[in-house]
């Protein structure tokens, strides 16, 4: 199967900026690569941080470049986002008995679980016992289903003072939860604004930039968290059986190296034309 993940989109009501970007142009370049070359992705997983203030008219924006999205698409939602406003505009998005934003995605061979992280009213994730009880139930069911996680907030630190303390702050009822069962393959989360990759609990974990603004590579700083224009990127993930792959793709950048270039390299190094270009 082919997914692609995108992430921390922070729409904004039609025609504003977020630190002088447009989220909706961004998105919309972030489709059009998607539409170009991803044509026969399974679905788009989006993690998060839909709206930046969760405005009713910031979801019909984020609705409207949606529609433009070739794959189907499943949403999660994130510290930013309103759960009453994004349940009006979008009502097809399932809910658990809790009225959690959180749902599965079955296929035949594999089931892709999306949580509801947001704790209302604050920028720190939570996974209460309501929530630990539902995914308890789904994966119980699942047998021995490989299962695959999407969710906004990560339960575990990264190692960056001001992303850590906005993590799920009580992780302990998910991992008491998850540490019962051996066939969750993979946990991909956002929030971060940054390519993270590692394994938690055993679990493969991995987080893809965002596709407006992201987070600096600063070690320090506890609060403001410092953001930056680095690049954004969504993921692509290539699931078999037997593997997970996950490429990452700056859909802005259009650099190539010219025949030119690599001509001149070969030259300056002596290679011959028979010489592969290679990395
Ligand atoms: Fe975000
Ligand atoms: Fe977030």
Redesign the pocket.
């Known amino acids: 199967m082919k997914l692609i993940q995108f992430s921390?989109i922070h729409m904004v009501p039609r025609g504003q900026k977020l630190f002088g970007l447009s989220p909706a142009a961004r998105l919309d370049a972030c489709i059009a690569d998607i539409n170009a070359r991803q044509t026969d992705a399974d679905f788009c997983i989006i993690t998060?941080?839909l709206a930046n203030a969760g405005q009713p008219e910031a979801y019909e924006t984020l609705r409207d470049c949606l529609e433009k999205l070739q794959s189907p698409y499943y949403l999660a939602i994130?510290?930013?986002d309103d759960r009453k406003h994004f349940g009006q505009v979008f009502p097809e998005v399932e809910k658990d008995e809790n009225g959690f934003v959180q749902y599965v995605i079955d296929f035949p061979d594999v089931r892709f679980f999306v949580l509801d992280t947001v704790e209302e009213g604050a920028h720190w994730g939570s996974y209460c016992a309501p929530r630990a009880g539902w995914l308890d139930e789904q994966l119980a069911a699942s047998k021995d289903k490989p299962v695959y996680i999407f969710m906004?907030h990560p339960p575990f630190e990264i190692g960056m003072p001001s992303l850590d303390k906005l993590r799920i702050r009580d992780a302990h009822l998910f991992s008491e939860v998850v540490s019962r069962y051996n066939n969750i393959r993979h946990i991909f989360h956002?929030?971060v604004h940054r390519p993270v990759f590692g394994s938690w609990s055993g679990i493969p974990v991995s987080a893809v930039r965002g596709t407006n603004h992201q987070v600096q590579f600063d070690l320090e700083t506890v609060a403001p968290i410092p953001l930056s224009h680095e690049p954004p990127a969504y993921a692509m993930i290539l699931l078999r059986r037997d593997q997970t792959i996950v490429h990452y793709h700056d859909f802005l950048d259009q650099s190539v190296i010219s025949e030119t270039q690599a001509s001149e390299f070969a030259h300056d190094h002596k290679m011959t034309g028979s010489m592969p270009a290679a990395v």
């Open positions: 921390d998060g941080d994130g510290n930013h906004h956002g929030h």
